[in-house]
């Protein structure tokens, strides 16, 4: 049973910093590409940034620059450094499995809410 457990998730200044966790209870993680992704209320849910298995990185154009995806594959762990954070990056934060040599993100985590405001 694959589980995925975030934390770190609150309420935030604009213009602060959070970092959010996932913990991820999966054998083959050293093998897969982790992700993050968000949805803001009624919006859809959309890509924020992934990290493969090589620790190559992928970010949202709407987070580059400001967000850092890195993983410990030790502690089976995925982070997210959100720095200069805006109110438009208020949502439910949900990391992601992608298996290796799969196409989709086969397992989700229960998300975390993020809230940017002053």
């Known amino acids: 049973q694959v589980q995925l457990v975030e934390s770190g998730g609150g309420l935030v200044q604009p213009g602060g910093s959070l970092r959010l966790s996932c913990s991820a209870s999966?054998?083959?993680?050293?093998?897969?590409?982790m992700g993050w992704f968000r949805q803001a209320p009624g919006k859809e849910r959309e890509f924020v940034a992934r990290?493969?298995?090589?620790?190559?990185?992928y970010y949202a154009d709407s987070v580059k620059g400001r967000f850092t995806i890195s993983r410990d594959n030790a502690k089976n762990t995925v982070y997210l450094q959100m720095n200069s954070l805006e109110p438009e990056d208020t949502a439910v934060y949900y990391c992601?499995?992608?298996?290796?040599?799969?196409?989709?993100?086969?397992?989700w985590g229960q998300g975390t809410q993020i809230t940017v405001s002053s």
């Open positions: 999966i054998r083959t993680f050293n093998s897969d590409t």
């Open positions: 992601a499995v992608r298996r290796y040599g799969e196409s989709s993100y086969a397992y």
């Open positions: 990290i493969t298995s090589s620790f190559t990185t």
